[in-house]
Nanobody, 116 residues
Framework: VQLQASGGGLVQAGGSLRLSCAAF????????MGWYRQAPGKQRELVAG???????NYADSVKGRFTISRDKDKNTVYLQMDSLEPQDTAVYYC???????????WGQGTLVTVSS
């Protein structure tokens, strides 16, 4: 199993980025997918999730600015990030977990830096 995250970079406040996470080695439609982030000195936190059943959820801090989506044909989950703020600066990770199973898989992380 491999999750390949990409799309991070440096952007000015107010700008946009789209992160991608391509999943290999799993039956994509059976997994809950999530984007997490970890800022320096802080704990990793959930940013947005997309359940295998098609439901989405967002951290309060990103509601209305970020959108999670998936393409089942490409086994890829996306995170569209708009109106970026300096406090969004973090390493972003994608995670795959099958409901009712303990094992979870993580991507390698992609760095997002938002300058003020």
């Amino acid at each position: 199993v491999q999750l390949q995250a990409s799309g991070g970079g440096l952007v000015q406040a107010g700008g946009s980025l789209r992160l991608s996470c391509a999943a290999f080695g799993i039956t994509f439609r059976l997994y809950d997918m999530g984007w997490y982030r970890q800022a320096p000195g802080k704990q990793r936190e959930l940013v947005a999730g997309f359940t295998s059943g098609g439901s989405t959820n967002y951290a309060d801090s990103v509601k209305g600015r970020f959108t999670i989506s998936r393409d089942k044909d490409k086994n890829t989950v996306y995170l569209q990030m708009d109106s970026l703020e300096p406090q969004d600066t973090a390493v972003y990770y994608c995670k795959a977990k099958r409901p009712s199973f303990a094992r979870e898989y993580w991507g390698q992380g992609t760095l997002v830096t938002v300058s003020s």
